[in-house]
Structure formats: C-alpha cells, structure tokens
C-alpha cells in the first residue's frame, strides 16, 4: 500500500484499497495487478470516462452501461426483462414493449449487442440487441439509453447469431442456433433433415428514426446458425454465419463421435437477394409476430401484429450463397476491419481458421466448387484459406480487432486472450483470464475503426475473484490496455447477469446528445396535462382516470375520494419538473405492480385496483427534495 501511494499519490485510498484486495490471491500467476495499473483505471472523483462499454445481460435480458477504464456501472437498460427499477415492463405505457405472437412475455436471453454504423464507423445514433430465446430484435435509443422498438423474428428459435448491423445500418441481421419446421407444425422430431429450416432475417432500419421492418427471410438448409458478421469495406454487401449441426441431427447429444470434420461459414451475398425481393422476388408467407414500438412524443409503446413474411429459397437466387468449410463446429464468426479476413474458430480445435474474402471470390469467379448442399456450392477449403493461427490455445471463441492490424482472440476452455498478427498469423502475446472468458470487446473493434486501447474481457466464471457471496457469484469483466505490444490486465469488475458480448464506443460520440429531460411542450401523451391546474379525476364506467401532477414536493391531487371496491384506477402521472435529473416516483399501496418512475416531463400510467375498502396511501418513492418524505397523499375506497 505505502508503495503505491508513494506512486500515484494519497488521493488514490478507494483504488488503492481495490488494489490490496487483488493481491490476496498472490502472484503474478493470478493477474495480480502493478502501480501503473491503478493509475491506469483510476478515474478521478468528478472526472468522467473515456469510453462506454454496453455489456449484455444474459439470462437479466438487459443491457448493462459502464465506463472505461473504471469500470463503474452507470445504467442499467431494461430492454426484455420487467424492471420495477423504473416501471419498464409495468406501467401501461411500456408494456406493449414486451407483447409477442405468444402473448405477454416478460423475460429474454440477451446475447449481443452491436452499435449502428455509417460507413463502417461507430455513429453513435442506437444500440441493438437480441432476444435469443423468444426471437426479438431491440433497438435502443443512445440519446435516451431507452428502448424504443421491439421486432420479434418469425421462423426463428434461438435467435442467437444476432443482432449484427451492416456498415450503413442498412439492416440488422439475425439468425437462427435451432432449425425449425418453416411454418411450425406437428411432425415427428426425427424427420427433422431435410425438412426444418434455419431462417436467416434481414431487418431493415429507417435511417431517420431507426424503425425497423422484416425485408426478408432467407430459408437455409437446418443447420445450427451460431454467430454472424456482416462484411465491411470490400466485402460489404456480404454477411457471414457459422453453422454447425450440418449432419442435421435432431439430437445433439454425440456432437463429438458424429460430427462432420467440417461444418461450414455460410457467405450470403445480401445485396444480390436484396435486388432480388425488390424486383417482386420470394414468397409471402403467413407468419404471426409483435412490433412493437416506443413513440417519445406520446410517451407510450404500441404493439402492432404482422401477419406475414416475405421468404427467400436460396435455390431462387444462385450465386448469392456459398458454403466455406471451416472446421470443427465454429462458434464466433468475425469479420477484421479491412473485410478481407473471415475467421471462424472452431470449438473443438486449437488452430484458428482464417478465411480470405478475395480468395473466395476467385474461387466463386472461377466455378472451383467441390460439391454442393441443398443445391448450394460448397467452396475448397484449400482455396478460400487465408492461414491458420497455430495458437497454442484451446477452445477459441471470438475475436475482435484493433486499429494496428491484430487480432484477439478468446480461448474459453485454455481461459486466455491470445493477441495475433492478421496476415502473418503469428501469435504476439497471450494473457490469462480469470476465468473461461466467452466474448472480448474493444470499443469499435467489430468496426471499419477500433480504438485499440482497451479490450474486455467476459468471463463465465468468477470463483475467487471477488468476496464470496454464497454459491451464485456474479460473473466477470476483465479490462487489459493492448496500448503496448503485450496486454497488460489493469482490472476486475463484476458484471450483470451474464454478458455475453458487448459493445464499447468513445464517450464524446454519446456525451452531447444524452438527452436530458423530455420536454413538456412536446409531450402528446393522450392522458397527460400541460399543468397542475389541470389534475383532476374522471370516473368512466368502472375505469376511473386519476389526470396527477407531480412536482416538488407533491402530488395534485393528493387526497381522492370516490373509489370504489373493484374499480380501475388508472393513475396518469405527469412530471411537471423541466430540469435534469429530477423524477419523481409513485406506489400505492398493495398494488400488484412495481413502482413507477416518471421522468421531467414524460408521463406514465399504473393501473390500482382495490380490493378492500379503506382509507390508503400512496408516496413518491424517489428522493426528490428535502421534503420528498412529505410527498404523499391518501385514497378513499368505499364499498362497491
Ligand atoms: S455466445 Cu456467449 S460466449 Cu451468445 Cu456470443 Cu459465445
Ligand atoms: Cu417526488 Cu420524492
């Protein structure tokens, strides 16, 4: 400890605290940082980040906001998941978010996150991410950190090789991990080959407002579609899937003993079926599934059912789809920032295969194929390999990308990260993770332009890394500088759920267009009011509409009579604060909701209804100003 004050100075006590507690574990062998580290990390009291780093949540179905290099959590988004934190999921106004064709579903898998892009660079305008186990696409606004749209994906089960975006933002991708009968229907499981499909979708995203609409399913062969990436630069126009499963097998479970040597990386040239469906091409195909958008001038969501889907045979469009052999059930599926290198790291094997874009278009020129699948060409191995990394390690993942041509690459079962050269393949260092690390991230580094500083690590497992907290220990991040030629771990932090991938991009591309308070004169929510003087209450029915204000430090109206046993009470708040960072809260008492949270001038609704006759109160549950305690009020419920 003396040392490191005698280092970096006495204002570092919070850091430096940190810092002995990760010596417990002694040695170098378990990461245990230097001085320089701390310094590196430290992120002075009122000093901000130099980037944000969008970590997925896992089976949480969020996404969770943090700073580099600190680490320090700053958000959590929901997106799949209820979240009585603010009532996203809960108020009336957000519900119709997590509506799909199998009615109200309040939870997801949340796997991937991707940051739109223009011209191959991080713009800063939304975040995607997928719902992996109901199949839904999300868009969330970077100026609101909200989510604004919600697109479920027919056809699809385990929509896991999503949500990637080509380098206009021109679509958003997702894929299929099970093939699955196309339309879904009673059929024996074991006539699955040959007959379930692996529906590979492309979302396209209005440039203006980001909505997004299904331009077309393409109905692939039933493999297992793992992870995807799009083309950039020379090979944009091109998306890229890992399969594995290509035996076909209804059952997984002699993945190892049955497997085929090769399973493949399927090459979609997109813009040539887009050509194709914007000249009348594909089939209609009934297909029942929830889009459900956010509006910010109403303030509420909207659920519309779609009833149909446009499909693509890939025997419609030849020349457009290829089949890259690539060994050994791949998992990631990476793209490097020049768009010539495609690598797919098979899970079970130690080399990294790296494919060559250029090659592979000599060899689709040239007609070199060796032999086909459901009508598809399958490409030579030999002639669209670019090299292999002889890495040393095992169980490779995912690999991301720095601005000075390397490559790094997660290794989940030897837990390290193995920094290589693209072109030479030659391996330039390799550090551990603590432990089993899954994906990595740097901040554009699945962009035409990383910013090579940092990378993240996610790691599945924790063990000893932090104080115990009984058996569940939350999982994982490691950040490393990859600034030098050797990576060099600076810190540990505790994520959320279970990140699987994340997205990271400079802090000056979000800083000034964080929105800060919804304004009042814009907002058009149908049951808001301009002003306090306009609180009132309605009875319709059994429907009653409490029209409420909140402002410092009190509710309008505060004390309501006329309730009765078994009506609904609609409560409409409106925050009527117009400065930053002052909302407001509400919960009455048994209600079978969370609390909701309402932010300066937005509206939100909570539905109340009472079962007992009584006098009840209700209180603002956000600490709102010195007399935040005195904000309350009281319902009347008499007998029906
Ligand atoms: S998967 Cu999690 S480690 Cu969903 Cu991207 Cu590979
Ligand atoms: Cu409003 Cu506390």
Known sequence: MKHIKSIIGITLSGAALLFSGCNQGGGSSNGALTSSAAEKVYVAP???????????????????????????????????????????????????????????????????????QTNGELDGRWIFIN????????????????????????????????????????YVVAGTR???????????????????????????????HGHMDIKFQLLMPGFNYDLSH???????????????NTEEASTLQEVNSSQNDKDFIAAINWKKIEEYVNNGGGTKMPANYAHNVYDESTHMATTT???????????????????????????????????????????????????????MIAAIEGEKFDGEAYGIPILKFEDVLAGTVKSGGLGPLHTEFDADGNAYTTFFISSEVVKWKLGSW????????????????????????????????????????????????????????ISGEKMELIYDFPTHGEPHYAAGCPADLLRENSKKI????????????????????????????????????????????????GDRVYFHMTNHEQDFDVPHG???????????????????????EPKQVGVWPFYCTDFCSALHQEMQGYVRVSPA
């Open 426 to 481: 030659e391996v330039i260092d390799r550090k551990p993770t603590f432990y089993s690390v899954g994906h990595l991230m740097i901040p554009g580094g699945n962009s035409r332009k990383p910013f090579g500083k940092y990378v993240v690590a996610m790691n599945k497992i924790t063990k000893d890394r932090y104080l115990p907290t009984g058996p569940e220990m939350e999982h994982s991040a490691q950040i490393y500088d």
């Open 178 to 208: 099970f093939s699955v009968p196309v339309p879904q229907r009673d059929m024996p499981i074991n006539e699955y080959k040959g007959n379930f499909k692996g529906a590979l979708t492309f979302i396209t995203v209005d440039q203006e």
């Open 518 to 565: 919804y304004r009042l004169d814009e907002n058009n929510h149908p049951y808001g009011i301009k002003s306090p003087a306009d609180a009132r209450v309605e009875r319709d029915g059994r429907d009653v509409h409490i029209y409420m204000s909140t402002i410092r430090s009190h509710f309008t109206p505060d004390n309501i009579e006329g309730i009765k046993v």
């Open 46 to 116: 009122g000093e901000q980040d130099e980037y944000y780093a969008f970590l997925s949540g896992g089976y949480s179905g969020n996404l969770t906001v943090y700073g580099l290099p600190s680490g320090r959590m700053f958000k959590e988004i929901p997106v799949f998941s209820q979240f009585p934190t603010s009532g996203y999921g809960y108020s009336e106004e957000t519900k119709p978010m997590l509506n799909t064709s199998y009615g109200f579903v309040p939870w997801d898998d949340a796997h991937h996150p991707d940051i739109s």
């Open 305 to 359: 059912m779609e009833k149909e889907v446009l499909t693509v045979n890939p025997a419609e469009v030849p020349g457009a789809i290829f089949f890259l052999p690539t060994p050994k059930s791949p998992h990631g599926c990476d793209v490097d920032p020049s768009g010539e290198y495609i690598i797919g790291n098979g899970k079970l094997s130690a080399d990294l295969t790296v494919h060559s874009f250029d090659r």
């Open 230 to 244: 799009p083309g950039r630069g020379k090979s944009h126009g091109w998306f890229f899937f890992t399969t594995y």
């Open 586 to 608: 509400f919960a009455v008492i048994g209600a079978n909701t969370s609390e909701i949270l309402i932010m300066p001038g937005q509206t939100k609704t909570i539905v109340w």
């Open 131 to 170: 719902g992996n186990n109901t199949p839904r696409i999300a868009r969330v606004s970077l100026s609101t950190f909200e989510t604004e749209e919600i697109i479920e994906v027919p056809n699809s089960a385990g929509n896991h090789s999503s949500s990637f975006i080509t380098e206009n933002t021109e």
